[in-house]
C-alpha cells in the first residue's frame, strides 16, 4: 500500500508509555467457551460487551479517555507503525465523512488508541488478549499493535494491507454506532441463537463497510498490486469456521458470531467493488 510519512492525526492516541490498568477483564462471555475466548482474541467487537449491556452503556461518547498521548520513552521499533496508522486512520475516515456529507448526515470522528497489555474503556478493562476492538459506549478504537504480529505469523495473512483492513473493519463498526445499528443489534437479541445471527450480520456489514474504504483507496490509487489479495486473506483468516478448526473444536454454525470465511471475503468485496455503504445491508440479505 502506499502511504505518506509523517502524517499529523490527532484521532489516534499513543498511549503504549501507560502502566496497564489493574483489576478484571470487564465481565460477559470472554473465556466462557474456547470459542468464545478465540474470536475476542481475532477480530471485531467484544460480544460479551456489546450484548451484555457492557458495550453500549450510559457513558457519554469520549468521556472514558483522555486525549493526551504517552509514547514510550527511548527508541520505538513501532515508530513506524505508528506513523503507518496515523495515515490509514486519517484517509479511513475522511473516506467515511464524505460518504454521510453524501448522505446529508454529520460524521462524528472516532479516536484510535493505541496501547500495550491493558486499557480501561466504556465497555470495561479490556486486555491485548481480545485483539482489536470497538466500544460503542465512548466511540473509541483500540488495539495493541502485537495483534498485527500474530495477524501476519500466527494466521498466516501478513501485509500492510490487511492491517489496513483490520482498522476500518473496525471504524465500520463506528459507522454503525453513528447510524444506529449497534442499538439495532443489542435489540434483535433475545436469545443465544439470535444474538450469533445479529452478531454475524453485524459483523459482515463492518467488513463490507472495510470494503468501501478499500474501493476509495483504490480510486486515490493507493493500492498495490497484491493488496485487495491481501485484505481477503485476512478476511479468510478469522471467518468463524476457520476459528473453530483451529481451536480444535466441532465446527458449529448455530455458535457462528462473525462469519465464516467465504462469507466475510464475500461482503469484504461487495463493499470494495459497489464503494457505497448503501451497498452494505446484511441485515435485509437473504443470502449472507
Known sequence: MKWQRGTQNDDVVDVRGRRAPAGRIAAGGIGVTILVAVVAQLLGVDISGLFSGGGGGGTSPQS??????????????????????????TDIQDTFEIEFKAAGKAYRRSKLYVFREGIQTACGLSSSAIGPFYCPGDENAYIDLSFFRELKARFGAPGDFAQAYVLAHEMGHHVQNLNG???????????????????????????????????????????EIGDLEEALKAAEAIGDDRLQKQAGVEVDPETFTHGTSAQRMKWFRRGFDAGKLEACDTFSASDL
Open 64 to 89: 472514558q479517555q483522555p486525549s493526551t498521548p504517552e509514547p514510550p520513552k527511548g527508541a520505538d521499533p513501532e515508530a513506524e507503525m505508528i506513523d503507518f496508522i496515523r495515515f490509514v486512520m
Open 181 to 223: 445499528v449497534e442499538k439495532q443489534t443489542r435489540r434483535m437479541g433475545r436469545d443465544e441463537r439470535s444474538r450469533n445471527v445479529a452478531s454475524v450480520k453485524q459483523e459482515l456489514q463492518a467488513d463490507c463497510y472495510a470494503g468501501v474504504w478499500g474501493h476509495h483507496a483504490q480510486g486515490k490509487k493507493l493500492l
